[in-house]
């Protein structure tokens, strides 16, 4: 009979080849790659083979390296670097690169990685370091994680130790990452409908106020995909309506959560739910689920379980205790019987009621029974694990950063901002750059949480943020006037919002297939822009821009407008190559730094020549479905992009249940073809039949030859919209598809005057 705790097990493969390993007395150094040395030291000679909190992997393949011990140093080369440790003073003397860099320091240049929260954040915050470094090598101090029993349960390490990891890449940041992923394990894949437009608000909904609001979205024709419901799903007002008793035995760590815990009467924690708000929780999940809405509930897991709770007689029962007495059971996620009930009783029935995952909030404080164990970790490692127990579920859950290796446990919630322009100034920098620690889903409250006012400007520039971010999650405090939905704003305003909320959905390919290769190669959504130009030093120097997947770079504007043009700018640097708007087509020729001014419609997205982009043709409602429709946006160039899709929730893929669509575009002289190629994989997982809108967006007129299978085919060709589109109906996952473009027109931009006399009119 399987244990309980068997899904909390891990898969890893912790020890390392004992021919990549170097022991001189109580110093081992193991070359895990030609660019990565983990250095250890303990008192007694006994080193960790064991998973650790952090890192699950150090059975790489064998890199090829030479080693001396001369004295007390020990020399190890490979091809790409050259490590020199003393093992007296236990220092790393110098690593030397491949391109003729000798470091010996080994802290400056840090590029940084993320912080634990954004909470009460009115601006920029410090970070922590990350594995990627300016200098050229970057150090990752593994010495005080936890390592991870056969149980799966985190515990002290046997014997006291450092445990450093030297990630010696160089400018190579993405094959540092990429290494680093290796050693820590990858990004799960995240479901389809994470991807999509979320709601969330801090508010005390009633039942039928909640359907109706998710009704206007739908009416509205604004897709939602995720229903957010905080943290008066459950009781809040503990002691007045179950008395003192319930309410003092709070149990908080910090000055700050006693005081929120004072000044919600103990009502933070809870697991049952508020049945004058939600007469029928049941129907009112399955009303969301009939809707296609998917459903996360807040919880704060730090007083325990109270007697009032509706699961309360069964887990006393479960603990060995008699429910009369009222026992308060504390919180304690290091204590194996309160894990168990605290899934199997407490949040069980919740899901097969229908949560579908869920919203870790905050007031855990940082120390359990177990020394050196964050119980933000132990939350995330064990709900991410729980919620997919069934081998079916894929794991997820929103929650704050824990350390390096949280990438394991998406999405991230970066925590209650502050609403004002400073909070979104730093969030594109802060999202980006979390991919130096391999963090690559973090979700943060866009428009801003609470501490600010209404500002029409500020909520319209944060959502063209959101659209452009990894999770895309409308979020706002209780405050009458801090709501979010695009009706309470201007007309102008809720216009530009609803068609970005309606894009965003629309990108799901794009953007799953970008989930796809951060689960298997390790790139993440947004990255710096450095890491595809590492030795350009405008690329370090335009914080706020980022590239958004493999075909496109964005420069949000996070400063308000000019008030006599009425238009925003933003400073870019344009890589060496030709880029286009996707908004306005302006052409930009690289490499070049820039200030680029939109007016509220817009904000600048420029694919990369030879883009290919693909979009769902209905931007209107929340399915999450694979599309029998697709819009692809094409751009001259030579390129080619495959499109990813499985079933979007389970975990089918990993039984060969997908699907690639391979799409490839070639310009010659004045033509260009593009292909679409039979789909590779699994064709149950994609609709039968499609149709595609192929818009060729820089190109204004041409002559149009489609052959499927060889044989011409009929099409349609749209020349209206100042760009070629090709319709072509009822294509078959087995087609081979060719379209040549001969005699092409190419968008060119417009007089620079006259540019700017239509910009500013």
């Keep these: 009979m399987p244990d309980y705790f068997d899904c909390f097990k891990i898969n890893c493969s912790p020890v390392s080849k004992k021919e990549c390993t ?16 983990r250095v250890e030291v303990s008192d007694d000679g006994c080193f960790c083979d064991e998973p650790t909190q952090a890192v699950w992997f150090r059975d790489f393949d064998n890199p090829k390296f030479t080693q001396s011990v001369i004295k007390n140093h020990i020399v190890v080369k490979t091809e790409l670097a050259e490590f020199c440790y003393d093992t007296k003073k236990h220092r790393m003397l110098y690593i030397d690169l491949a391109d003729s860099r000798h470091i010996t320091d080994f802290k400056s240049g840090n590029l940084k990685g993320t912080c634990r929260t954004l909470d009460g954040s009115c601006g920029k915050e410090p970070l922590e370091d990350g594995i990627v470094s300016r200098n050229g090598v970057a150090m990752l101090n593994d010495g005080k994680s936890l390592v991870i029993g056969e149980d799966g349960l985190p515990k002290p390490r046997a014997h006291k130790q450092s445990d450093d990891y030297f990630f010696a ?36 909904y009633t039942q039928e106020e909640y359907l109706t609001l998710m009704n206007r979205f739908i009416d509205s024709k604004i897709p939602i995909t995720v229903a957010t419901v905080d943290m008066d799903w459950h009781w809040v007002d503990v002691k007045k309506r179950f008395g003192k008793e319930a309410a003092k035995n709070s149990h908080c760590n910090t000055a700050k959560e006693r005081y929120f815990d004072m000044m919600s009467d103990g009502g933070w924690t809870g697991y049952s739910w508020n049945t004058e708000l939600f007469p029928n929780p049941q129907e009112f999940l399955k009303n969301l689920h009939d809707d296609g809405f998917k459903v996360t509930l807040n919880l704060h897991p730090a007083t325990g379980i109270r007697f009032f709770e509706d699961c309360y007689n069964e887990f006393a029962k479960f603990m060995g205790d008699d429910p009369k007495e009222k026992k308060h059971y504390q919180f304690d996620i290091t204590d194996k019987k309160f894990i168990e009930a605290y899934f199997s009783i407490v949040h069980k029935p919740l899901q097969d009621m229908g949560v579908d995952f869920w919203w870790i909030d905050w007031q855990q404080g940082n120390k359990t029974a177990t020394p050196g164990l964050d119980p933000l970790w132990a939350l995330n490692h064990y709900h991410s694990l729980d919620i997919a127990r069934d081998g079916k579920r894929r794991p997820l859950i929103l929650s704050r950063f824990a350390g390096a290796g949280s990438h394991r446990y998406p999405l991230g919630f970066s925590g209650d901002t502050f609403q004002n322009w400073k909070v979104l100034d730093f969030q594109p920098y802060f999202t980006s750059t979390a991919t130096n620690i391999g963090y690559t889903w973090w979700s943060h409250d866009i428009g801003g949480h609470h501490m600010g006012k209404k500002d029409d400007e500020l909520y319209l520039r944060w959502v063209q943020l959101g659209v452009f971010s990894p999770i895309m999650r409308l979020h706002s405090t209780s405050n009458e006037f801090m709501g979010k939905e695009p009706w309470k704003y201007s007309k102008s305003v809720e216009t530009v919002v609803s068609d970005f909320m309606r894009l965003r959905h629309r990108m799901l390919p794009y953007l799953y297939t970008m989930n796809y290769r951060t689960h298997t190669d390790g790139r993440a959504i947004c990255e710096p822009m450095y890491y595809e130009y590492p030795d350009c030093d405008e690329a370090y120097n335009c914080k706020n821009e980022y590239s958004f997947g493999s075909e496109l770079i964005v420069a949000p504007i996070t400063e308000p407008k000019n008030k006599n043009t009425l238009l925003a700018g933003t400073n870019a640097w344009i890589p060496e190559g030709r880029y286009t708007d996707i908004f306005n087509n302006r052409i930009y020729n690289g490499p070049m ?12 997205v420029l694919a990369k020549e030879g883009a290919i982009i693909p979009l769902g043709m209905n931007g209107e409602d929340n399915s999450c479905k694979n599309p029998d429709g697709l819009e692809i946006l094409i751009y001259r160039g030579s390129n080619s992009f495959s499109m990813y899709e499985d079933d979007g929730e389970t975990k089918e893929f990993e039984n060969g249940k997908f699907a690639f669509t391979d799409f490839e575009v070639a310009e010659k002289d004045d033509t260009v073809e593009f292909y679409i190629k039979p789909v590779r994989g699994d064709k149950t997982v994609i609709p039968t039949v499609r149709a595609y809108t192929l818009s060729f967006r820089d190109i204004i007129n041409a002559n149009v030859v489609v052959t499927v299978n060889g044989k011409e085919k009929e099409r349609k060709v749209i020349k209206d919209n100042g760009y070629v589109s090709v319709l072509l109906k009822e294509i078959y996952p087995e087609d081979s598809v060719k379209i040549t473009l001969s005699n092409t027109s190419v968008l060119k931009n417009t007089d620079r005057r006259e540019a700017l006399i239509e910009l500013v009119s």
């Design 169 to 204: 890449y160089g400018n190579d940041y993405i094959s540092a990452v990429r290494d680093f992923f290796k050693l820590t394990g990858f990004a799960p894949l995240i479901p389809r409908f994470a991807l999509g437009n979320w709601w969330s608000r801090y508010k005390a």
């Design 593 to 604: 730094s820039v200030k680029l001014f939109r007016d509220d419609s817009t904000i600048p």
């Design 22 to 37: 170097i022991t001189a007395g109580d110093t081992r150094l193991t070359v895990l790659t030609p660019c990565l040395v």
